[in-house]
């Protein structure tokens, strides 16, 4: 049986490591949890589906209000690992957000995806996600 939690101690955090990096290269296994703990002291929170073997998918997300959207869901990350694609897997982690959104009485769930991330972006469509913008990014 799937089980989709929130990683709250230190040892689930680091569980989610193997996942994430795989969407984040460049996160460094001892700097992951003092990152995620950082980012948790600022509304991140952390989320996994582990089967009955190993976690396959991990996001990340916050839920914040402005003007444009009112309250609403952030996604900052969503990833399943590599060899688990195509299970459902995603699908039911994605479930798992938009109900915790409407619980916290969101009006909107928002992600971004990087351009070359096509399958992503077939995946997000196929879950009735709608492209609605741009991301535009200066780097200081």
């Known amino acids: 049986m799937n089980v989709i939690e929130l990683a709250e101690t230190n040892d ?3 569980a989610c ?7 984040r290269p460049h996160l460094k296994v001892n700097s992951f949890i003092p990152r ?5 002291q600022r509304g991140y929170q952390l989320a996994y589906l582990q089967t009955e073997i190993q976690i396959c998918t991990v996001t990340g997300f916050r839920i914040s209000e402005n ?3 009112g309250q609403f869901m952030y ?6 690992d590599a060899e688990m694609r195509s ?3 995603g699908h ?3 479930n798992w ?6 619980q916290q009485d969101c009006q909107e769930l928002h992600l971004d995806s990087g351009l070359q991330r096509l399958d992503a972006h077939r995946f997000y469509q196929r879950e009735d996600l709608q492209i609605s913008g741009y991301h535009f990014v200066l780097n200081l």
Do not use: E, S
Request: proline content about 3%.
């Open 36 to 40: 995620v703990r950082q980012q948790m």
């Open 12 to 14: 689930q955090i680091q």
């Open 75 to 80: 996604v900052d990350d969503l990833v399943t």
């Open 67 to 69: 003007l444009a959207w």
């Open 17 to 23: 490591y193997p996942v994430m990096v795989q969407l």
């Open 87 to 89: 299970q459902n897997y």
């Open 92 to 94: 039911q982690i994605l």
């Open 97 to 102: 957000l938009v109900n915790y959104a409407h």
